[in-house]
């Protein structure tokens, strides 16, 4: 089987290749095809992968015959040809665009993140149009092909790519799947015994029940304090928040029901996640040129950098994440479980980015929703959730509106609509200020451009 990585160059493509690297089932995916615009970021990435198969063929008995080959091309169709799996891991961009999301909404006094809020508005004004020409592309060169797409803002992108290619595509979030690990773990519990009840949109959800042989076991967790501090999530919000909710909320509904506190602790840093990132990734690519056969040796030191400071500009500087946490959300782990049980056949369940329909009632059908799921040969089914309580359906029948009006003025390249996004977000308080952030982002500018060569 091929699976194609689009934005090959990226730094958790090594993430991905470890997860097949560890995969012996039958059948399997033994090519990899890495696509992306930065032939450095190609080069760099494949002395890592390289160094990676080494490694593990090293460590166990398969040999480095097993390891699944891989190719590299700045060809977006020639890399989608012949695709069974595509993965759709693109920055339109790149972080320095990351930044200037960030800057432009937190000079205005309003929260500037990579997906939530305003930046997260101006991300997807900007990466619709190159999804929907991906999926454009996909249908020309790999019509069979399933897509995972872990481009963000993920679920609109999702959304928007389905209305070229239906239910062929899914969107992956680690962080609920991490969510639902840690509650089963801070009770002890095995996660792979436990159901995830859990409803919301990509970034804007909530674990409502956590099902133990039929019974929910959330309620024992919610009334024991200290098993609560072995949950990120729950020490994030404290106890007391979580527990007046009566479920636990999504790490990112931080930047909600925290908003100013969000707004001042970014905003007292002296870096953004983005500025951050942008230094550290720049160096990271410019010491595997200089030094390529330390190529995954770095990779590894970077991979735990980045990872143990996630969130840190919220957390607190005090507050460490926990080993596990910090080893890995999953990320990799679903788009495998994904692409195993679609071409394996072999049912399983995972909370995922699919259509609506009729799943969370009130919501547009075409809407993009986070649900479990029902995965097997045939493709993904949402199951159904618990429904959404009052407070949980208005801020996702909000926050929807606010992608859908994105989605739609990225593609008709309409500033009046994209301001109307911008003022209708949760956490813009003004429409002035969406007016400003219009101004401040050059939207008019960034639609005036060829679509690859946005602001
Ligand atoms: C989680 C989220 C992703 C997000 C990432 C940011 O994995 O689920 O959607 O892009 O965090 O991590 P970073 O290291 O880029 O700040
Ligand atoms: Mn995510």
Same mark, same amino acid.
């Given at each position: ?91 339109? +961009?790149?972080? %320095?665009? !990351? ?8 000079? @205005? $006094?309003? #929260?500037?993140? *990579? ?114 501090? +072995?949950?990120? %999530?729950? !020490? ?8 007046? @909710? $009566?479920? #636990?909320?999504? *790490? ?114 075409? +809407?993009?929703? %986070? ?85």
């Amino acid at each position: 089987m091929r699976l194609t990585i689009l934005g090959g160059g990226g730094f958790r493509v090594p993430l991905v290749y470890g997860a097949l690297l560890r995969d012996h089932g039958d059948p399997r995916v033994d090519e990899v095809s890495l696509y992306d615009v930065d032939p450095r970021r190609l080069e760099a990435i494949g002395h890592v992968l390289e160094q990676m198969a080494e490694q593990t063929a090293q460590q166990t008995a398969a040999g480095h015959g097993d390891a699944p080959r891989v190719r590299a091309t700045t060809d977006l169709d020639d890399a989608l040809s012949g695709a069974d799996f595509v993965f759709s891991a693109i920055r339109v +961009g790149g972080l %320095e665009g !990351r930044t200037r999301d960030e800057h432009v909404a937190l000079d @205005l $006094g309003v #929260l500037g993140q *990579e997906t939530t809020g305003p930046g997260g508005v101006a991300y997807g004004l900007r990466t619709v149009p190159e999804a929907v020409r991906i999926a454009e592309a996909v249908v020309r060169c790999a019509p069979q092909a399933w897509v995972i797409n872990f481009t963000n803002p993920a679920g609109m992108v999702t959304e928007a790519m389905q209305s070229v290619l239906g239910e062929r595509v899914v969107g992956i979030c680690d962080s609920p799947i991490a969510l639902a690990r840690r509650a089963a773990t801070a009770l002890g519990l095995d996660p792979a015994r436990t159901r995830a009840d859990y409803v919301g949109l990509n970034h804007l959800g909530w674990l409502r029940r956590l099902v133990l042989d039929g019974v929910d076991v959330l309620p024992r967790l919610l009334a024991d304090t200290s098993a609560l501090q +072995g949950i990120e %999530e729950a !020490r994030l919000f404290g106890p007391d928040w979580v527990q007046a @909710l $009566g479920a #636990l909320p999504n *790490e990112y509904l931080y930047y909600y029901y925290f908003a100013r506190d969000a707004v001042a602790s970014v905003r007292s840093e002296p870096d953004t996640r983005g500025d951050f990132l942008l230094r550290q990734q720049r160096e990271f690519y410019e010491s595997v040129a200089a030094r390529p056969a330390r190529a995954y040796q770095r990779w590894q030191q970077v991979r735990a950098e980045r990872d143990a400071s996630y969130m840190a500009e919220v957390r607190g500087a005090d507050e460490e994440r926990d080993a596990e946490d910090v080893a890995g959300g999953g990320y990799e782990g679903v788009a495998l479980a994904f692409m195993a049980a679609v071409m394996r056949g072999t049912p399983t369940s995972m909370i995922l980015n699919v259509r609506n329909g009729t799943t969370v009632a009130s919501l547009p059908e075409d +809407g993009v929703v %986070e649900v479990p799921c029902h995965v097997d040969g045939a493709g993904a089914v949402p199951l159904s959730p618990t429904p959404p309580d009052q407070h949980q359906l208005g801020l996702m029948a909000q926050v929807k509106a606010v992608e859908q009006l994105t989605i739609r003025a990225a593609l008709s390249r309409d500033v009046g609509l994209a301001t109307t996004a911008f003022a209708l977000h949760p956490l813009v308080d003004s429409v002035t200020v969406a007016r400003d952030l219009v101004r401040g982002y050059r939207i008019a500018d960034g639609f005036r451009q060829p679509s690859t060569r946005r602001p």
